[in-house]
């Protein structure tokens, strides 16, 4: 299991996932003791909405010139 999070933080980077999506993923939320003992929120929606993104990704690195096309639609996003 270490090695899928560990692999997932270090291509989720590569296309820009933000600290929260690739922590929340991984189940590193903020441990502060507010956030440990009295925040519930499960972040199952934001979990959703990053595997998904991730997803997205693999299957475009699986059927194309994966790093090509990862490139083509950072750029496209960094334009919005």
Known sequence: MHDIRRTFKTLSGMLHFTENEKDIVNQHANKSIGKK???RYDYIVEKRETTLKWEKAIQIL??????TEINLIIEKERAL
């Not at 699986?62 to 790093?67: A, E, N, P, Q, R």
């Open 37 to 39: 003992h009295y925040a």
């Open 62 to 67: 699986l059927t194309k010139d994966g790093l």
